[in-house]
């Protein structure tokens, strides 16, 4: 009778074997994520727009065949004035819609596209934890959405400055600043755009872990954002419009003056932080309770 075969240690489970030198810590760099957000056609084709905007809008005024301004004056009657005032158009041309879209799609895109692709559940697996997946993720978001917003103003102080060179900014009001001073307060009211829309950037990542489609992801923050905007428009609600996520969110004009008042700025942050706070708290939660197998 042959001698029974030795049978020795059965396989080990993968999810009960340690991992030599595994830290979670260490897993997806935030440099490896923006390489890879960076080599996309959606991140390229909107840096494209955004730096392509202050151009068009140039070509748009040298076609343009108005006679001298009458009455009282109009961002747009003073927007080819200088490189300033032509930048301060361009922020309060696109602020309303274009770069709540960038915002929204940025980060409306994180999680939902990796859920839409089959790969969540892959990066998950590798392990990487959720919550820090979802971090990494927000921090590579806000990246790229503050570059391209601060990009817009500096490509029209650039393209301002050589169509209409480099003179002092002019407000509606009559009150004028010098072009250093007026370059400065135009970047620091793209910062206050920024922080503004932070509430969209809440907003996008937790429709992005709740659908596996990013085009509903950002649509979502950006409807949000239109309806908003309409709502505040409605002047029988009256101080009910102070809640609404877009109430402030012209508040930077105030830097347009020599004396700026910071109060609606202010209120305009933390409103702004607030709404931004609860929608991240939200997707953090609803994140890590999502069954991504399905």
Same mark, same amino acid.
């Given at each position: 009778m042959p001698a029974a075969r030795r049978r020795g240690p059965g396989p080990v489970s993968a999810a009960t074997t340690p991992t030599t030198g595994y830290r979670p810590e260490r897993t997806l760099p935030v440099r490896v994520e923006l390489v890879r957000q960076l080599k996309r056609r959606r991140t390229q084709v909107a840096f494209a727009l955004v730096a392509l905007l202050p151009v068009i809008l140039w070509a748009a005024f040298q076609l343009s065949?108005?006679?001298?301004?009458?009455?009282?004056?109009?961002?747009?009657?003073?927007?080819?004035? #200088? =490189?300033?005032?032509?930048?301060?158009?361009?922020?309060? =041309?696109? =602020?309303?819609?274009?770069?709540v879209v960038v915002v929204a799609l940025f980060f409306g895109d994180t999680v939902a596209a990796e859920a839409s692709w089959s790969s969540l559940r892959y990066l998950l697996a590798a392990p990487?934890?959720? /919550?820090?997946?979802?971090?990494?993720? /927000?921090?590579?978001?806000?990246?790229? #959405?503050?570059? @391209? !917003?601060?990009? !817009?103003?500096?490509? @029209? !102080?650039?393209?301002?400055?050589? @169509?209409?060179?480099?003179?002092?900014?002019?407000?509606?009001?009559?009150?004028?600043?010098?072009?250093?001073? =007026?370059?400065?307060?135009?970047?620091?009211?793209?910062?206050?755009?920024?922080?503004?829309?932070?509430?969209? /950037?809440?907003?996008?990542? !937790?429709?992005?872990?709740?659908?596996?489609?990013?085009?509903?992801?950002?649509?979502? @923050?950006?409807?949000?954002?239109i309806v908003s905007q309409i709502l505040d428009q409605i002047t029988a609600l009256d101080n009910l419009r102070n809640y609404l996520p877009t109430h402030y969110g012209t508040a930077w004009s105030a830097l347009l003056s020599q004396q700026v008042d910071w109060g609606d700025m202010t209120r305009g942050v933390f409103s702004a932080i607030t709404y931004a706070a609860v929608f991240g708290a939200l997707a953090a939660w609803r994140f890590s309770r999502k069954d991504i197998t399905s």
């Open positions: 065949s108005d006679g001298p301004p009458t009455g009282s004056l109009n961002l747009v009657d003073l927007a080819k004035g #200088s =490189a300033t005032n032509f930048s301060v158009f361009a922020l309060f =041309a696109s =602020a309303g819609f274009l770069l990487i934890p959720r /919550a820090r997946l979802l971090r990494q993720k /927000a921090v590579v978001a806000a990246l790229l #959405s503050l570059a @391209a !917003l601060l990009l !817009l103003p500096v490509v @029209a !102080l650039i393209v301002g400055s050589l @169509a209409y060179g480099t003179g002092d900014l002019v407000s509606p009001t009559g009150e004028s600043l010098g072009f250093a001073t =007026a370059a400065g307060r135009v970047l620091l009211g793209a910062l206050y755009i920024a922080v503004n829309l932070s509430w969209v /950037a809440g907003l996008a990542i !937790l429709l992005s872990v709740s659908t596996d489609a990013p085009l509903g992801a950002v649509g979502g @923050a950006v409807m949000a954002s």
